[in-house]
């Protein structure tokens, strides 16, 4: 039943005869998980809970960033260093206090996917990579829930729901992960900043549609949108029986095998400094873009870009201690990862925090 403190807030939805009081009690209800606090899922997050939805998860294992601030709307300079989830939920709260938040300041990874996943109704995904994709997709095909998948690339975006009452999944549309190089994320090649939140409502539309069972569901079509034209299509797509079988357990591991690796030995920006003063500091290995190491790098760093380490790894001394790095220490992982798995490097420490972590204690020893 709803309060009367609820029957005032969502007096717009208690309207409408499609929703009614009968629909607001199933948002009050209905647990939703979202994947990813960031662009996508600040708008997610907002809207859902101004909705009413009752039990919002949040699973993030980002940290805010300055360079968020563009598109990441529910945060603000006072938020930066924190985590994210943590900082959603906060937001969450001053938006409807009566929705009730779980948190979880990780990223969601193959050990825990099938846990948390079958505490949901719905699953949201506001993730920036394919990995969580695919595992996401493959947990909810395991469990039956319904995937509500957003996607943005620079000034194009795109959404569709997938496992939603036997139609297809994200694998009938997309059979096989892309490769890094082939899928660069947006801290590579940058995003317009409001596409997010276009391409976030979206998503949280057909959220409050999949939980009330209103109107058509984005299920077997992709919804694509283009910012610099503002012209939108829709193409349809069939449930391929072969793929919509692949589950947790019958999933080719090497689809999301970086979140399945053994955590990664670190270094802070600090420690590292000294190292550099040593008798024999380590080989520094940045693996940003040119343009990125053009505007600032480690001194002596060698530049190999995380698309080209394939290509390039011989480059790499095999006993000698590596410090990977990047803009802020997720693509220095994911390198660390491939290089592991693919040439089995046994050398390799990942700076934590990137050159953000390195400037900023830079910064702190000049005051």
């Known amino acids: ?9 969502y007096q717009r939805h208690l309207q409408l005869p499609e929703i009614g009081e009968a629909g607001q009690e199933k948002l009050k209800a209905a647990r939703v998980l979202v994947v990813g606090a960031g662009g996508l899922g600040c708008p997610i997050l907002q809207y859902l809970a101004a909705a009413g939805v009752g039990t919002l998860g949040i699973a993030d294992g980002d940290q805010v960033e300055m ?11 006072a938020d930066l260093g924190q985590p994210k989830a943590e900082a959603a939920a906060r937001a969450v709260q001053r938006i409807n206090p009566l929705v009730q938040c779980e948190v979880m300041a990780r990223r969601v990874d193959v050990a ?3 846990e948390l996943v079958a505490q949901y109704d719905v699953v949201v995904d506001g993730s ?3 990995p969580t ?24 975006g795109q959404v569709s729901v997938f496992n939603y009452q036997g139609g297809p999944t994200y694998r009938c549309l997309f059979p096989q992960p892309p490769s890094a190089a082939e899928a660069p994320n947006c801290s590579v090649i940058g995003v317009l900043g409001v596409l997010p939140g276009l391409v976030g409502c979206a998503q949280a539309t057909e959220t409050l549609k999949v939980i009330l069972d209103l109107g058509e569901i984005l299920t077997g079509r992709l919804w694509l949108f283009d910012a610099l034209s ?5 193409l349809r797509f069939a449930r391929q029986p072969e793929r919509a079988a692949i589950n947790l357990d019958s999933a080719d591991p090497a689809d999301y095998a970086e979140l399945c690796q053994a955590p990664v030995t670190t270094i802070t920006p600090a420690e590292l400094a000294q190292q550099l003063d040593s008798e024999v500091p380590p080989f520094l290995l940045d693996v940003r873009e040119l ?10 760093a060698a530049l190999i870009p995380l698309g080209s380490l394939s290509q390039r790894a011989a480059e790499l001394p095999r006993h000698h201690p590596i410090v990977v790095y990047c803009r802020s ?5 994911q390198a660390i990862a491939q290089l592991q798995q693919e040439f089995g490097f046994d050398n390799l420490t990942n700076m934590t925090g990137g050159m953000l972590a390195w400037q900023e204690v830079a910064a702190a020893s000049e005051k």
């Open 1 to 9: 039943m709803l309060t009367p403190d609820e029957r005032h807030r």
């Open 112 to 114: 825990s996917v099938r």
């Open 67 to 77: 360079s968020n601030l563009q598109r990441q709307v529910l945060f603000g300079p």
């Open 291 to 300: 343009q990125e190491y053009a505007e600032g790098h480690l001194p002596g």
């Open 133 to 156: 994709r695919y595992l996401l997709n493959d947990a909810c095909v395991s469990l039956g829930k319904p995937l509500v998948s957003g996607a943005i690339y620079k000034f194009e």
């Open 329 to 333: 220490g997720r693509r220095s992982a």
């Open 128 to 130: 920036d990579n394919f």
């Open 230 to 234: 503002f012209q939108t299509r829709t």
